[in-house]
């Protein structure tokens, strides 16, 4: 009896050793697609999204080699895809990193209505970025359609509110993890600045130029995107790192 009790130990010790390192092999791809996201967001933003940042020309001189390189490939360019990359990465990583199983219920709900936002309004909303919807979705779009019209004649806001719930539940669930990791808290940062982003586009829409002018929106807006995108990357950077420790 006692030797089936230490082999079913043993068993036991082994499947909890292998659902670690699965869980953490499943982490460090969720920081790598991030990583990846990000940077594609971030030459998005610099080269075509026409905004003003400071040194936006000395930026597009120094990372012009990198944004012709990436022109190779196609699939780098479809919104759709990143869109979807985002939305995976950030489900994965809510899935390997969170405790809470009504975090990760209440969040994967969320980044299925992000989703379904994007590809219905067909753009990126945290970087403009335009999406394609791929056929084989066309007819399932077209009957979600009759019901999306209705949600979203509403009120011109609610695709930017649906983003803005789900980035900020996201941030309320990083920032309860224990225990604090580096990485994590990175990009808690790094999307608390996108999120400032998304508020001034709801303030630009709401007090138009009633107390502060229009340009000033999109200055603190346009920065808050660069800076939350940098801080994202090296967050993911970070825990891709934290793959190699003990």
Do not use: C
């Not at 499943?26 to 998005?44: I, P």
């Not at 359609?145 to 539940?169: A, E, G, K």
Request: charged residues 15%.
């Amino acid at each position: 009896m006692k030797k089936q009790q230490i082999v079913v130990q043993i068993q036991e010790s082994l499947n909890k050793k292998r659902t670690s390192w699965f869980t953490k092999l499943m982490r460090t791809l969720s920081f790598l697609t991030l990583l990846a996201v990000f940077s594609r967001l971030l030459l998005h933003f610099i080269f075509d999204a026409n905004v003003t940042v400071i040194f936006i020309d000395q930026l597009q001189s120094l990372l012009q080699p990198i944004q012709d390189l990436l022109q190779n490939f196609e699939f780098l360019q479809d919104g759709f895809i990143i869109a979807s990359a985002l939305m995976l990465s950030l489900l994965l990583l809510t899935l390997t990193v969170s405790k809470s199983t009504p975090s990760k219920l209440i969040l994967t709900i969320l980044f299925i209505l992000s989703y379904i936002t994007m590809v219905y309004k067909e753009i990126f909303i945290i970087s403009y970025m335009e999406i394609t919807i791929p056929t084989f979705l066309v007819s399932y779009v077209d009957l979600m359609r009759p019901t999306l019209d209705s949600v979203f004649v509403l009120n011109d806001l609610m695709p930017y509110l649906i983003m803005f719930i789900t980035l900020v539940f996201l941030i309320l669930t990083l920032g309860f993890r224990k225990p604090k990791r580096v990485s994590l808290s990175l990009i808690r940062m790094g999307i608390d600045s996108i999120v400032l982003g998304l508020f001034m586009i709801f303030l630009k829409i709401v007090l138009i130029d009633a107390f502060i002018p229009v340009n000033l929106y999109d200055l603190v807006k346009n920065y808050a995107f660069v800076i939350g995108y940098v801080i994202v990357m090296m967050g993911s950077l970070f825990g891709i790192l934290g793959f190699f420790r003990n």
